[in-house]
């Protein structure tokens, strides 16, 4: 928040204060609540003075909500790093690692130069001789039971 919002919204919460202030003092039209020895304010002078400042206060209640809103809505106009995407270039092209393949040794002799990937042969993927057992999850619970095997 900047300092203009937080000094508005000061001024905003005693400007309610003072509206409700003045709301419950004033006198009821129908004399209900304000009968029983005169009160606070008690003439015909008083009671003009209480409405328009009663209006006043509630003019700049309307002013000041609306000028929070407004400041509310406005677009920052610094930008986060975390907005965009970054534009970092890399220096050196990013060769991938094969696992299990041997790595030659860096042609260039540039220390943190990427080395050349020689290629070896495909492997087969290791298959299990057995299936795995389950391990209680739901999908297990799922998957239709499986028969055991007859002994040979």
Do not use: C, W
């Amino acid at each position: 928040m900047s300092g203009a919002t937080t000094v508005l919204l000061v001024i905003h919460v005693m400007i309610a204060i003072a509206l409700v202030g003045l709301v419950l003092m004033q006198r009821s039209e129908g004399g209900v609540l304000g009968t029983g020895g005169g009160g606070f304010m008690s003439g015909r002078g008083q009671t003009n003075f209480m409405t328009r400042t009663t209006a006043y206060v509630a003019a700049a209640f309307f002013a000041t909500s609306i000028a929070l809103t407004l400041l509310a809505n406005q677009k920052p106009a610094s930008r986060s790093i975390l907005d965009g995407p970054s534009r970092v270039v890399p220096s050196a092209p990013i060769t991938p690692v094969v696992p299990g393949a041997p790595v030659a040794p860096a042609v260039s002799g540039v220390p943190g130069a990427p080395a050349a990937v020689v290629p070896s042969e495909p492997t087969a993927p290791a298959t299990p001789s057995t299936p795995a057992a389950p391990r209680g999850g739901i999908l297990d619970k799922l998957q239709p039971p499986v028969a055991p095997a007859a002994p040979k």
